[in-house]
């Protein structure tokens, strides 16, 4: 059955903080290999899905699969087929970019050898093999992310889940992040989870879920998304799904 | 901004295609305890300060507190010394500890600010299960203490402050491991309990002074019996004392039964509740909002 199991399936999904219901019944699916965005402004709940999705809380109610893998039954199998990057930096700055991707390796039961070989070719692919031994403080903005992106592919997971990887760059590197990532669901077949407040990174091709207040409010195809609305634009369509909040 | 050069378009590892389960192997779980151990010690060696403070700090007490009240308080023969000891004897197994108490509340320290910075997460999202990913953090703790203890006692020596044989530097080794065992799950316990680094200074007021001074390191207990029974109740059961003394006599190769059985139940306890704290269904992380 798992064969035919999507990247992320999440069903029925609910947690609340004491009395405040943080989600509230959120279900969507990302199929393999294809790029989904979840589309909310600050405080719509993005953060306390990712936590759960990465098993870091346990949710109050409903479920997380990855590719079939429950993440509160069996944890292990789910977290080892997904790569996340996370919206904090979370790099270490003392040590070199080598010596953080060997340690992510080790987290994965990746030994030295093999992990630094697995460095080298996640660093080649994204352009950075020439700073392997620089310190993580020396690098831009930009290239942290595509580092931390690196690191999350490092064991090979089929799922990348990112949480508003662009905040804080500039736009050249916002876009540059972007085309990276996009390119890896062309190129590679990854399936994303991106994670973001902002409508112009979203395309008309992309599945997007609108997460508001909680509650999901649209999930399919932009265009989908943007016709059933009537409106002329994505923005426009989650303005009027919002009911005008500001951006 | 620096231009990013054109990446390649080496595949991706295929390792994540699998659909079948694969457990762990014993193998994996060695690399990734080596790999925890490992950044902790990268982590400890860039921050010399924190190398020279961990160990200015006993020093301290040994040269000037210890040598300004040898004269104050004298010390009568109880286990495990068969003769009159000096002063900075007596204090020495207790700085040791110190040195652990310091350690671990740092590690602690270290576990609050990452996870407010985020890379407490890098950690936990890694498949190996979570009580195995807090026990390898707190062994790395342990390993690092111990070796700041070693460097203690290398001055010490100078200082002529030595076990009675040279076995003693062995057989204390195994008590350092168990009371930083103690006090680093402590530590982590105490790191969960903490929403924010801010809080943080609270925790050395209320955590390391009185455990350090409501304990056997600087006095023997039956000096403090002498002047308030209700002192040294609450010394007798303080778990640093312990500690202390579980090293105290592994130092003059010997076993202080009482205090290791103590010591034991203490780790226990604290580690049960740590390892509690982070599990994600019943663990006090989900108080963060988020």
Redesign the interface.
């Known amino acids: 059955m ?2 035919e199991a999507p990247a992320l399936a999440v069903k029925n999904l609910s947690h609340a ?1 004491g009395a ?1 219901k ?1 989600l509230d019944d959120v279900s969507f699916n990302v199929a393999r290999g294809s790029f989904a965005a979840l589309l909310g402004l600050n405080g719509a709940g993005k ?2 899905l ?2 759960l999705v ?5 949710a109050r109610g409903g479920s997380v699969e990855i ?3 429950d993440i ?1 039954r ?4 789910a ?4 790569g ?1 990057v ?5 790099l ?1 700055l ?2 070199s970019v080598m ?1 953080n991707l ?10 030295p050898v093999e992990g630094r070989r ?1 460095a080298q ?1 996640a660093l ?5 093999a ?1 700073r392997a031994n620089d310190k993580a403080r020396d690098l ?1 903005g ?2 942290m992310r ?1 580092v931390e992106i690196a690191r999350a ?7 990348l889940l990112l949480d508003e990887p662009t905040v804080g760059l ?1 736009i ?2 916002r876009a ?1 992040i972007l085309a ?1 990532v996009r ?2 669901v062309r ?2 077949g ?1 399936g994303v989870l991106w994670t973001t407040h902002l409508i112009d990174e979203i395309d008309d091709g992309d599945q997007v879920v609108v997460l508001h207040q909680g509650k999901m409010l649209a999930s399919g195809a932009a265009a989908g998304i943007v016709s059933a609305q009537g409106a002329k634009n994505i923005g426009e369509a989650f303005e009027r799904l919002t009911g005008g909040a500001t951006r | 901004m620096t231009t990013v050069p054109a990446p390649d378009s080496t595949p991706l590892p295929a390792n994540g295609e699998s659909e079948c389960a694969h457990p762990l192997a014993f193998r994996q779980y060695a690399i990734c305890l080596g790999g925890v151990v490992w950044r902790e010690a990268l982590r400890f060696l860039h921050q010399r300060e924190r190398f020279v403070s961990a160990l200015v700090r006993p020093l301290v007490w040994l040269f000037i507190f210890a040598a300004g009240f040898r004269s104050v308080l004298g010390i009568s023969i109880i286990p495990p010394y068969e003769t009159y000891v000096l002063y900075e004897v007596y204090i020495t197994p207790g700085l040791m500890a110190m040195i652990q108490l310091f350690n671990g509340m740092q590690s602690s320290l270290s576990m609050v600010y990452d996870r407010e910075m985020g890379n407490m997460r890098t950690l936990l999202i890694s498949p190996f299960p979570r009580w195995f990913l807090l026990g390898a953090k707190l062994f790395a703790g342990v390993a690092v203490s111990i070796l700041q203890v070693y460097a203690y006692l290398l001055i010490a020596y100078f200082w002529e402050i030595e076990p009675p044989t040279k076995w003693g530097y062995l057989t204390v080794l195994p008590a350092l491991a168990l009371a930083g065992l103690m006090l680093g799950a402590l530590g982590m316990l105490l790191s969960s309990l903490i929403k924010q680094l801010e809080n943080f200074a609270g925790v050395m007021n209320f955590v390391i002074f009185p455990m350090f001074f409501a304990s056997s390191a600087l006095y023997p207990l039956w000096r403090v019996k002498e002047s308030s029974p209700w002192l040294y109740y609450a010394c007798a059961i303080n778990p640093f004392t312990h500690a202390v003394e579980l090293i105290r006599f592994a130092f003059y190769q010997k076993i202080a039964w009482d205090s290791a059985a103590a010591v034991l139940a203490y780790t226990s306890v604290f580690l049960i509740a740590a390892i509690r704290a982070y599990d994600p269904a019943k663990g006090l992380l989900t108080r963060k909002g988020g």
């Open positions: 798992r064969e903080y405040r943080a953060s306390t990712f936590s990465t098993g870091l809380f346990a590719f079939g893998f509160a069996q944890p292990g199998e977290l080892r087929r997904l996340v996370f919206q904090a930096r979370t270490d003392e040590l010596q060997l340690y992510h390796a080790a987290l994965h039961g990746i030994g697995l070719a080649a692919r994204a352009g950075l020439e831009s930009g290239q595509r592919l490092l064991h090979g997971p089929r799922l500039d050249k590197a540059d990276h390119d890896l190129t590679q990854l």
